[in-house]
């Protein structure tokens, strides 16, 4: 094994590099189940530290199942553990807890605050909708490292991405109106254009994503004054749209007065993440923000930075309609996650344990199969074989769940023949490894010409 290789794309302190260093030996199947590991001191210094960081790193790695300590035998590669779970969940896209029970403490340290320092009756009844002054702030603290300072008077708190984008739909278009989006689209915008009677007209996309000479022309033919993108780690292709796109797609916004909706739930997920369109067309993009797909989602709280040219009371307004407020308790708890550092840290370790988990997926499937794979989610595309149902269909014989690109398909627009893999429900690592693994030899078998699995 390069152990100085793996160690050097580690995260964190060099115990846990050597940690995460056996489990990626683990899962690309350059350590096996019995293989005998080097003696600690001598791996010490093969990498040049002290045996106690060694010593440390083992007692974590057998703490996690992956390594057995036989005494004088020596330390092995453990057996992979057997898995009694019913169904493991790839089909929805979760951020991963970090484990170890820092998500507790955290949350018992933040409510022991909140109710130390507030009136527990003020949290228990009706509280005007968007959010407080406090509440501002911290969605201000939040969104500084993707859009920078904000005027906080241009901020709305939510309960969640959801409800943001409810109440922006109806305080920007009318029944009947067209919205412009890409042919495959988080789900939650097919439902809310549905229940709220708003027509979704598909753009056509390269690889790189929405055509800009595509959106000026159904803008022209449809009259449609609305653009909806999810343009980072994008549900459910996991496409990240480059700089270069994103400035010619601001162009067209500012020649043609569009008003974009940016749904960015990932941004803080994606390594050197290209700026939002939010910073190349901030008079026309209406930027929303959550941290349910990057920290928790039982921290639904979602944050919307609007532009000057939308009335924010008519945006609360709409809000009112979809949802009377936010439940104070949780807005005040992730305002004291938020302003006391905690969320931030916490950010961390989902950060490190969403790369791993990526980590995992790209070398574990195929790349016949795999096209993308970034924030908390994969996108494969299936062998002829394959339809995306019947391998839906066939994955939940096998106990994976996993989600059909008819999920993300606009009314009236062909299907493609590919899965979304989400990467963060899964309880552990080992979990997740298995369920790949699991899932790449289904697609192998069909991919082989063998016609056992289709359905």
């Given amino acids: 094994m390069q152990w100085n290789t793996l160690i050097a794309d ?23 189940p019995g293989q005998r590991l080097p003696a600690q001191r001598v791996l010490a210094n093969d ?39 019913q169904l493991v969940d790839l089909s929805m896209n979760l951020p991963p807890s970090p484990g170890g029970g820092q998500v507790a403490d955290m949350l018992q340290r933040g ?58 739909l109806l305080a920007l278009t009318t029944a009947g109106d067209v919205i412009l989006c890409e042919p495959l689209v988080y789900p939650g915008l097919l439902h809310a254009a549905r229940v709220l009677q708003r027509t979704l007209r598909v753009v056509e996309c390269d690889e790189h994503g929405m055509l800009p000479s595509a959106l000026r022309r159904h803008a022209r033919a449809t009259g449609a004054r609305v653009v909806y993108l999810n343009p980072t780690a994008q549900n459910p292709t996991a496409r990240t749209m480059p700089e270069a796109r994103r400035m010619a797609l601001a162009d067209v916004l500012r020649s043609l007065d569009l008003r974009l909706i940016e749904d960015d739930p990932y941004w803080l997920l994606v390594d050197d993440a290209p700026a939002p369109l939010a910073l190349l067309a901030p008079q026309h993009t209406c930027y929303i923000s959550t941290l349910s797909k990057c920290l928790s989602p039982g921290l639904h709280t979602g944050f919307v930075h609007l532009p000057d040219g939308v009335a924010r009371q008519d945006v609360l307004d709409a809000l009112r309609a979809v949802n009377l407020m936010a ?65 839906t269909h066939a994955a939940r014989l096998q106990g994976l769940g996993i989600a059909p690109s008819s999920a993300f398909t606009p009314q009236g627009v062909a299907i493609n023949d590919a899965v979304r893999i989400s990467l963060g429900a899964a309880a552990s690592r080992q979990e997740l490894h298995r369920a790949l693994r699991q899932l790449d030899q289904l697609m192998h078998v069909a991919s082989s010409g063998s016609t056992e699995w289709t359905i």
């Fill in 111 to 168: 409510l022991a605050t909140v109710l130390s320092r507030s009136d527990a009756s003020n949290l228990m009844t009706y509280h005007v909708g968007g959010g407080s002054r406090a509440d501002h702030l911290a969605a201000q603290q939040w969104l500084k490292p993707i859009l920078g300072r904000l005027d906080i008077d241009r901020l709305v708190v939510t309960e969640g991405a959801q409800a943001a984008l409810s109440a922006l």
């Fill in 10 to 32: 580690g995260h964190g302190p060099v115990y846990l590099r050597i940690v995460q260093a056996l489990e990626r030996a683990v899962w690309s199947g350059a350590l096996r």
């Fill in 47 to 85: 990498l040049g530290v002290d045996l106690t960081t060694v010593t440390r790193a083992f007692t974590e790695a057998r703490k996690r199942g992956l390594i057995d300590a036989r005494g004088p035998q020596g330390t092995f590669v453990a057996p992979p553990q057997v898995e009694l779970a």
């Fill in 327 to 391: 439940p104070p308790l949780m807005n005040a708890l992730v305002t004291q996650l938020i302003l006391d550092g905690s969320a931030a840290t916490l950010l961390k370790l989902v950060q490190e344990e969403a790369a791993e988990r990526r980590y995992l997926a790209q070398s574990t499937l195929s790349p016949r199969f795999l096209q993308h794979c970034a924030g908390v989610h994969a996108w494969c595309r299936l062998p002829a074989q394959w339809t995306d149902a019947s391998l």
